[in-house]
């Protein structure tokens, strides 16, 4: 990155000297093309590309595939686009490997799909490189870790959604993060897997507007939403975690993290540790959790807790906790051999949390509505007229929307004080 500072007369400069040096080079014989070129797609055959190198998608029938596109683009120097029309591209010959900096950009997430063989997995993603791919669908990948995306570079989902991608005896079925990886507005729907049914990340992962669910993890498992493992660092912003399911084994039937990970503005509801424990959450030894302004109600688990299962650190700022079943029996929304930490203005159903903070509230009712978008990207949960949630979350420490970007605070009320509700819905005066 240039300074500042830098003076017009360096600059013209030096760009004269790159000018001089790019222009010499391209007369070589045999050098590649520098800079980025657009391959439009026009075949959805899974074709290869007959010169990979020449600066030309184009397969031996003369058509431009999703696959001889990207095989021309790892060829290439530059950062390349791919635009994909409307269509279902089926996998024949296996993983597109991505080496090579590129965006790959479908028409929408329900005209353009690409299917995988349901044998491999659909996209690899090579170290060190930037990749984008958005508004488009991406299924049915498996038999390997990442099933669906294997990403050891640096991975942009805008727009995608990521379903029926399956990895029995592996991690990852949607997604292996190695690297980092960046998801808005991104579904992940139907995705099964050993560990991290949706998601398994070993590296730096951000979720923003996400929607994880009906997820489950095979037979002694764990994390059927996200798996975070000792290396993981987890972002998760304005985003659903709903019915997803976890069996025998480690638990976290929405999320198990042995690293870092915060949730903020977020909904965790109605997923399920069928046979272990967490029906919401497992916080391992090594991990450390913060949820803040999190809505965690109607999850359900065998032992120790149907909503906290916490082992290692777990901080709760203006979060619900509640209505969390364990073994049927109803608000036990906390457990395990560590207490979980209020920093107050926290909502329990019960009184299993022992939460003790300042603003704190137990033995409540959350009345709470049951998912739905309610005019945002993800489903979160309305709040009824009557919940002890409305405007009486922390007064000074309160974000400047909730979950579906409505503004906080409100006077949900009608006293004439705005004031932060607790959860992640915040009810419009």
């Known amino acids: 990155m240039q300074a500042k500072d830098r003076g017009f007369r360096l600059v013209r400069?030096?760009?004269?000297?790159?000018?001089?040096?790019?222009?010499?080079?391209?007369?070589?014989?045999?050098?590649?093309?520098?800079?980025?070129?657009?391959?439009?797609?026009?075949?959805?055959?899974?074709?290869?590309?007959?010169?990979?190198?020449?600066?030309?998608?184009?397969t031996e029938a003369g058509t431009c595939t999703l696959r001889a596109a990207i095989e021309e683009a790892n060829a290439l120097a530059?950062?390349?686009?791919?635009?994909?029309?409307?269509?279902?591209?089926?996998?024949?010959?296996?993983?597109?490997?991505?080496?090579?900096?590129?965006?790959?950009?479908?028409?929408?997430?329900?005209?353009?799909?690409?299917?995988?063989?349901?044998?491999?997995?659909v996209f690899a993603i090579a170290p060190g490189v930037s990749v984008a791919l958005a508004e488009m669908t991406v299924r049915s990948g498996g038999g390997e870790d990442g099933a669906g995306i294997y990403n050891q570079g640096s991975l942009s989902l805008t727009g995608v959604r990521l379903m029926r991608?399956?990895?029995?005896?592996?991690?990852?079925?949607?997604?292996?993060?190695?690297?980092?990886?960046?998801?808005?507005?991104?579904?992940?729907?139907?995705?099964?897997?050993?560990?991290?049914?949706?998601?398994?990340?070993?590296?730096?992962?951000?979720?923003?507007?996400?929607?994880?669910?009906?997820?489950?993890?095979?037979?002694?498992?764990?994390?059927?939403?996200?798996f975070n493992s000792s290396l993981g660092q987890a972002t998760i912003e304005r985003s659903s975690f709903i019915k997803n399911q976890a069996r025998v084994g480690l638990g976290g039937g929405a999320i198990y993290n042995n690293g870092l990970v915060e949730v903020s503005n977020s909904t965790i509801s109605r997923n399920r540790a069928r046979i272990s424990t967490g029906g919401a959450l497992v916080t391992d030894v090594n991990g450390v959790t913060t949820l803040s302004n999190v809505t965690l109600v109607r999850n359900q688990a065998r032992f120790v807790s149907g909503g906290i299962a916490n082992f290692g650190v777990t901080f709760v700022h203006n979060s619900i906790i509640a209505e969390n079943f364990n073994n049927r029996v109803r608000d036990i929304n906390c457990g395990g051999d560590a207490a979980v930490t209020s920093v107050g203005y926290n909502l329990d159903s019960g009184a299993v949390c022992s939460f003790?903070?300042?603003?704190?509230?137990?033995?409540?009712?959350?009345?709470?509505?049951?998912?739905?978008?309610?005019?945002?990207?993800?489903?979160?949960?309305?709040?009824?007229?009557?919940?002890?949630?409305?405007?009486?979350?922390?007064?000074?420490?309160?974000?400047?929307?909730?979950?579906?970007?409505?503004?906080?605070?409100?006077?949900?009320?009608?006293?004439?004080?705005?004031?932060?509700?607790?959860?992640?819905?915040e009810l419009q005066p």
Request: with cysteine; hydrophobic share 40%.
């Open 13 to 58: 400069t030096h760009s004269l000297i790159l000018f001089s040096l790019a222009a010499g080079f391209a007369l070589l014989p045999g050098a590649a093309s520098v800079g980025a070129l657009t391959f439009t797609v026009d075949a959805t055959k899974d074709l290869p590309d007959s010169a990979p190198g020449d600066g030309l998608c184009a």
């Open 78 to 121: 530059g950062a390349d686009v791919v635009e994909l029309p409307s269509g279902r591209f089926r996998l024949l010959e296996g993983t597109l490997t991505i080496s090579a900096e590129l965006t790959v950009t479908g028409v929408s997430l329900t005209r353009t799909a690409i299917q995988g063989n349901r044998q491999e997995r």
């Open 165 to 226: 991608h399956v990895a029995d005896d592996f991690s990852g079925g949607a997604l292996y993060n190695a690297n980092h990886a960046v998801l808005e507005n991104v579904v992940l729907l139907g995705n099964t897997a050993l560990f991290g049914a949706a998601i398994y990340n070993a590296g730096v992962l951000e979720l923003r507007d996400v929607r994880v669910q009906r997820n489950r993890h095979t037979v002694d498992g764990g994390g059927a939403g996200l």
């Open 356 to 425: 003790n903070g300042p603003g704190d509230l137990t033995n409540q009712k959350p009345y709470s509505r049951t998912e739905r978008l309610n005019g945002g990207v993800t489903p979160s949960r309305e709040l009824m007229l009557k919940s002890a949630a409305i405007d009486a979350g922390d007064p000074d420490d309160c974000p400047a929307t909730d979950q579906r970007g409505a503004p906080r605070p409100a006077d949900g009320n009608n006293d004439a004080t705005a004031r932060c509700d607790i959860g992640a819905y």
